[in-house]
T-cell receptor, first 113, second 114 residues
Framework: SQKIEQNSEALNIQEGKTATLTCNYTNYSPAYLQWYRQDPGRGPVFLLLIRENEKEKRKERLKVTFDTTLKQSLFHITASQPADSATYLCALRSESSASKIIFGSGTRLSIRP | DTAVSQTPKYLVTQMGNDKSIKCEQNLGHDTMYWYKQDSKKFLKIMFSYNNKELIINETVPNRFSPKSPDKAHLNLHINSLELGDSAVYFC?????????????FGPGTRLTVL
């Protein structure tokens, strides 16, 4: 069955360092991979989308890579700040417009000052 | 100027009751969704509507019935509530049904069944 795993339930790093979150998937061929941020008590907020034919996408301090051979996406936050502390979800979707989006369970990132 | 709104934010009810959650989006989007997020934080799609038509209907008990009176609204009615229905329910919308569209989520409705 289709499976998405995010590397760890929680990640704790020092302010200013680069946070790297991992999303691995099996039994799936996504056309698109999205990353969302979720704060406690709130709905997820879209951050970035990367297509299967793109290797890398950047937005300000965020960078996403997508390796369809390894079936893996890496999400990086450079120069991390305490305000970056949140849960980050990866989500996969195939090309079909009728396809559902599948979310990972998220990684809770804590940035300590 | 809330983009996707849901009511109520909290819902506490007894087993066996029937309840509804309302969702409205003012983004002019064509596609709307209902998700369930359980205690382990897995966000799982339940239904998707495009232009008021059901396009995704996951394996959800038929006690759950979505209704879309117009493109801007997607309500969720739940009959005969069970303990296992306790979760946070999120409504979301996207501009269109294509897989590249980002989704905009509402603030969630925390349902507690006693």
């Amino acid at each position: 069955s289709q499976k998405i795993e995010q590397n760890s339930e929680a990640l704790n790093i020092q302010e200013g360092k680069t946070a790297t979150l991992t999303c691995n998937y099996t039994n799936y061929s996504p056309a698109y991979l999205q990353w969302y941020r979720q704060d406690p008590g709130r709905g997820p907020v879209f951050l970035l989308l990367i297509r299967e034919n793109e290797k890398e996408k950047r937005k300000e301090r965020l960078k996403v890579t997508f390796d369809t051979t390894l079936k893996q996406s890496l999400f990086h936050i450079t120069a991390s700040q305490p305000a970056d502390s949140a849960t980050y979800l990866c989500a996969l979707r195939s090309e079909s417009s009728a396809s559902k989006i599948i979310f990972g369970s998220g990684t809770r990132l804590s940035i300590r000052p | 100027d809330t983009a996707v709104s849901q009511t109520p934010k909290y819902l506490v009810t007894q087993m066996g009751n029937d309840k509804s959650i309302k969702c409205e989006q003012n983004l002019g989007h064509d596609t709307m969704y209902w998700y369930k997020q359980d205690s382990k934080k897995f966000l799982k799609i339940m239904f998707s509507y495009n232009n008021k038509e059901l396009i995704i209907n996951e394996t959800v008990p038929n006690r759950f019935s979505p209704k879309s009176p117009d493109k801007a609204h997607l309500n969720l009615h739940i009959n005969s509530l069970e303990l296992g229905d306790s979760a946070v329910y999120f409504c979301a919308s996207s501009q269109a049904v294509g897989a590249y569209n980002e989704q905009f989520f509402g603030p969630g409705t925390r349902l507690t069944v006693l």
